[in-house]
């Protein structure tokens, strides 16, 4: 869009410039990075994090200093085993070992790697990669030991599938086999991040407890990109969706994008869209363990965007065609409203799924399940949240008042009072301007004694006029 | 339900004839089934209530005491559930007319079987409650209640009939006889007389593209067999570790869906899809309830559109399940979706239709 295509965009929705203004201008990060004090491959690591992430290197740059060097060079360490795994240049015999063997890499200095192709689009990480090496090897030995476990599991999980689709068929069938995927490549991030927040004491410990919750973070993130990216993927070449959801809908994949099966495709996005919904209450559930701002933050924002790309794909037959994306003005109200609390977030997070439901068609085979999960989320929400107390419903009950309602109640009363005073002044108005034009009408000669004398005979309607045709 | 050693012989039921009663009798028949059941009600059990054949019958009326001490001085039960009590019907829901005899059947047949059941040695009495002893003062929304909620003295005839008939209940908890209560929100299921007929009924009336309010208010809906479920369940805590005794419990699916995605549901059953959607502020229909109130009361009759109604369609009622599920150990069986299935192909065969098969393709 050009300058002009903006100023038409953005004329004809001010709430959204509104929201993009608000962010630029009055956002301030809850911890500003000190840049002056940084090292050489401290500059080197933040500058790799800008070229591999947008969307996260602003977040992680925000975050409490203890855990920023830790995320960040946990983002980056995944990211180069993301760089292995993505190269189909890379033979599997060279991959394998790398990718199984990449925790060690971590404790080796100066390791670097070149063996990517040149249209490797992070290629560079991996070449300079000893910055992130020295970096790793200064962090303290607690955050290593979580960074190293992650890293050797989804190295492992990543050679695994890597293995499988060089030698047999790796298309994702069961749901099961989706969630596993998901899980190794998002599901692990939950579980190294919590694991890091605990550690450095602005998570609630109880949270490990609950594996549960921190890989539904995960699963939730990932899903949602696998459900909009549906269309770039295919023409990629690469699918995600479980063979077990969409053959329900359509016998072969490319089906889904046809404009045949259009209907039948929408059902399958359905599905696909409450699959990743049943997470939800885990993710808010997560994040209501959290105790330091920037770390809430570093988690809401891409849940809350989360939830608006689910709303925008759902029954949305775009995304079938090209790559949908929360338009820039709700991307900015999201992130203003993801960086306060919880219950703000909730708010968010009712309001899409509010929308959601709202699109929901009974024709669609899924119907009362997306109904039901969308009950769940409004129904934990009041669980955390509650819009009222069993204790206001007894002072109810019992016809007792608060202050608050007694002053309403007065407030009400008078309004009341001044209704009625308005009424009668209107009505004694209307007396007198009755009372002028008759009188005006007496003046004037009007009979109103014939005239009263006619209705007492039940004389309501003048008399009919003669009608000369009888004569 | 894993089939556990009995705890009780002998369990009569009051209404087993009925729709929640002879649901509570084929559960406690499957769970339990070397246990002698016996059914009290009015009528005798018919096809439309299928109730276990090993049960026997006895016809008596509950609101003469003398019948009902003696029927249970000669069956001597160990376990008595009573879910005998008047519904009034959905026009007569919001007026006062049948406030006398459901009073009666409600509160004094209650006392009644509660004398009773104490003079011939019970040791456990379920009772089946409402979560209307709450709900049906419909001055406030009942978001997410929980059993601290109070009950309201003064709200509909039925609310008000079950909550004085279920303080009894509770207040004569003892060591001796263990009492509880058990709360179901609204019902549906095989013989539903109320709900799903009169959602279906829409459908005719060409009243299904109407929404009446934001139509985003959450309604709990129960399936039969879960409350029969969590009857037994009740019976078996006060005969073993007695932790429900003299406690209510709200029981439900804990699915709660809007009362507009219920109805979609429903009418999507039975292939109709309103074609398009109209909204009426919750003012404007209780405006248009009152003048309707207004109409029958001038021409007699009871109103079916009414101020009742409106607020009914557009109240905000589900509860927490968690006393039930931590202290009774209660969870659905079946869920809301294959419920409602279930609930319309009954009434779909008791209309003598035959449904789409676009909604049997589902089973699967």
Request: proline fraction near 5%.
């Amino acid at each position: 869009m050009g300058l002009v295509g903006n100023i038409l965009y953005y004329s004809i929705r001010p709430a959204e410039l509104r929201s993009i203004i608000q962010w630029k201008v009055w956002h301030n990060p809850v911890h500003e990075r000190n840049e002056t004090d940084e090292t050489e491959t401290q500059k080197a690591c933040f500058k790799f994090l800008d070229l591999t992430s947008r969307s996260f290197s602003a977040v992680i740059k925000e975050l409490h200093p203890e855990l920023l060097l830790p995320t960040t060079v946990f983002y980056l360490v995944l990211r180069g085993l993301d760089t292995i795994e993505d190269d189909t240049s890379i033979p599997l015999e060279t991959k394998e070992p790398l990718l199984r063997n990449f925790k060690d890499i971590l404790d080796q200095d100066g390791w670097t790697f070149d063996g990517n192709r040149p249209e490797e689009k992070d290629r560079e990480l991996l070449v300079q990669f000893h910055n992130v090496v020295t970096e790793f090897k200064i962090l303290k030995p607690a955050y290593q030991a979580i960074i190293k476990d992650i890293t050797d599991k989804m190295g492992n999980g990543m050679a695994d599938y890597v293995r499988k689709a060089a030698l047999e068929d790796a298309s994702v069938k069961s749901v099961d086999e989706y969630d596993l995927y998901c899980y190794y490549v998002a599901g692990l991030v939950g579980e190294g991040c919590t694991r890091l927040f605990v550690e450095a004491e602005f998570g609630n410990p109880a949270l490990l407890k609950r594996p549960r919750l921190h890989k539904s973070m995960g699963l939730f993130l990932q899903k949602t990109n696998i459900i909009r990216d549906v269309r770039e993927d295919n023409d990629d070449n690469r699918r995600f969706w479980p063979k077990a959801i969409w053959s329900k809908h359509v016998d072969n994949f490319d089906d889904l994008f046809k404009p045949e099966y259009r209907e039948a495709a929408l059902n399958c996005n359905s599905e696909m869209i409450l699959n990743a919904l049943e997470h939800v209450e885990d993710c808010l559930f997560y994040l209501a363990g959290l105790r330091e701002q920037s770390v809430f933050n570093f988690c809401a924002i891409p849940q809350a965007m989360a939830i608006a790309t689910l709303e925008l794909c759902f029954r949305n037959p775009a995304m079938f065609e090209r790559n949908i994306k929360i338009t820039k003005g709700d991307a900015c109200q999201l992130m203003m409203e993801s960086t306060q609390n919880l219950r703000i977030l909730c708010d968010v997070f009712r309001r899409y799924i509010r929308k959601i439901h709202k699109k929901n068609t009974p024709k669609d085979p899924n119907f009362l399940k997306i109904s039901i999960v969308c009950g769940k989320v409004e129904k934990f929400i009041e669980t955390i949240f509650p819009s009222q107390k069993a204790e206001d419903a007894k002072r109810r009950i019992e016809g007792a008042q608060t202050e608050e309602e007694a002053a309403k109640a007065r407030q009400d009363a008078e309004t009341r009072k001044d209704v009625f005073v308005m009424m009668a002044l209107m009505g004694v108005f209307a007396f007198f301007i009755t009372a002028i034009m008759v009188g005006i009408a007496w003046a004037l000669g009007a009979r109103f004694d014939l005239a009263w004398q006619e209705l007492k005979r039940g004389n309501f309607s003048p008399q009919k006029p003669v009608k000369h045709s009888e004569l | 339900m894993a089939r556990s050693s009995t705890p009780f012989q002998r369990v009569l039921i009051s209404g087993g004839s009925g729709f929640v009663g002879a649901a509570t009798a084929r559960a406690f028949a499957e769970k339990h089934p070397e246990c002698a059941i016996t059914i009290i009600d009015l009528q005798p059990p018919g096809p439309t209530h299928v109730v276990p054949d090993s049960a026997s019958f006895i016809r008596i009326d509950i609101t003469n005491a003398d019948e009902t001490s003696k029927v249970l001085q000669q069956v001597r039960p160990d376990v008595v559930v009573h879910t005998a009590g008047i519904v009034p019907s959905l026009a007569e829901r919001f007026g006062r007319r049948l406030k006398k005899h459901v009073w009666r059947v409600n509160v004094e047949g209650t006392r009644n079987m509660l004398e009773a059941a104490k003079g011939s040695g019970v040791d456990a009495f379920v009772y089946t409650s409402t979560c209307c002893v709450v709900t049906d003062d419909m001055r406030m929304p009942y978001p997410n209640i929980d059993e601290g909620w109070p009950t309201s003295p003064t709200s509909l005839i039925y609310g008000e009939s079950k909550a004085a008939a279920e303080a009894l209940v509770i207040q004569q908890s003892s060591d001796e006889m263990r009492t509880c209560a058990i709360r179901p929100s609204v019902l549906c299921g095989p013989g539903d007389y109320q709900l799903v007929p009169s959602i279906h009924a829409c459908i005719a009336k060409r009243e299904t593209p109407f929404v009446i309010g934001t139509g985003l208010n959450l309604w709990d809906v129960t399936y039969v067999t879960n409350i029969a479920d969590a009857h037994v369940l009740g019976a078996e805590n006060l005969m073993t570790s007695r932790t429900a005794a003299g406690e209510a419990f709200f029981i439900q699916n804990n699915e709660p869906i809007t009362f507009r995605d219920f109805c979609l549901a429903i009418w999507a059953h039975f292939g109709h899809f309103p074609s398009f959607e109209l909204h009426i502020p919750e003012g404007l229909a209780y405006l248009a309830g009152m003048v309707s109130e207004a109409l029958t009361w001038i021409s007699g009759g009871a109103a079916t559109l009414s101020r009742g109604s409106v607020r009914d369609a557009c109240a905000i009622r589900y509860a927490n399940g968690e006393k039930a599920r931590l202290i009774l150990g209660y969870e659905a069986r079946v869920g809301i979706e294959e419920g409602i299935r279930l609930s319309c192909e009954d009434y779909a065969r008791r209309l003598g239709i035959e449904l789409p098969s676009s909604s049997k393709q589902k089973e699967e």
